[in-house]
Nanobody, 126 residues
C-alpha cells in the first residue's frame, strides 16, 4: 500500500518562502509521476506543479517563476520550493502520485492521480 506523507507547511508573510516535502512509502518512488495540488476554501483542487519519472516538470501559470518542484529518488521524497509567496497561495497543499505515464497536458489534472497525501496547510499573510 503506497502512502504519501507531506510536511513543511506553515504560516509566512507575503514575499516569504516555504519548502514542502512529500515522502512516499511502500513502493518504488521513481516509477511514479508526482505532483503537488492545492485547495483553498470554497475552491476546487488545482494542480500546482508536476514532475514526470524522467524529471520533466510542469507548472501552473500562477506559480511559474516562483515555485520549483524537485525529487530525490534515493530518499523517495518530492519537494516544492515556494518563493515570493502571495496571499492567494494560501491553501491546503497535497502531494499526489500516478503510477501511469501521463502526457504533459494531463499532468496537473487531479483525475489521473490515484494516490494522495493528507495535505499540509500553507497560510500566507499580507
Amino acid at each position: 500500500q503506497v502512502q504519501l506523507l507531506e510536511s513543511g507547511g506553515g504560516s509566512v508573510q507575503a514575499g516569504g518562502s516555504l519548502r514542502l516535502a512529500c515522502t512516499v512509502f511502500g513502493d518504488t518512488f521513481s516509477n511514479y509521476c508526482m505532483a503537488w495540488f492545492r485547495q483553498a476554501p470554497g475552491k476546487e483542487r488545482e494542480g500546482v506543479a508536476a514532475v514526470e519519472s524522467d524529471g520533466s516538470t510542469s507548472y501552473a501559470d500562477s506559480v511559474k517563476g516562483r515555485f520549483t518542484i524537485s525529487k530525490d529518488n534515493a530518499k523517495n521524497t518530492l519537494y516544492l520550493q515556494m518563493n515570493s509567496l502571495k496571499s492567494e497561495d494560501t491553501a491546503m497543499y497535497y502531494c499526489a502520485a500516478s503510477p501511469i505515464v501521463l502526457p504533459r497536458f494531463r499532468l496537473l489534472n487531479t483525475v489521473y492521480y490515484s494516490r494522495w497525501g493528507q495535505g499540509t496547510q500553507v497560510t500566507v499573510s499580507s
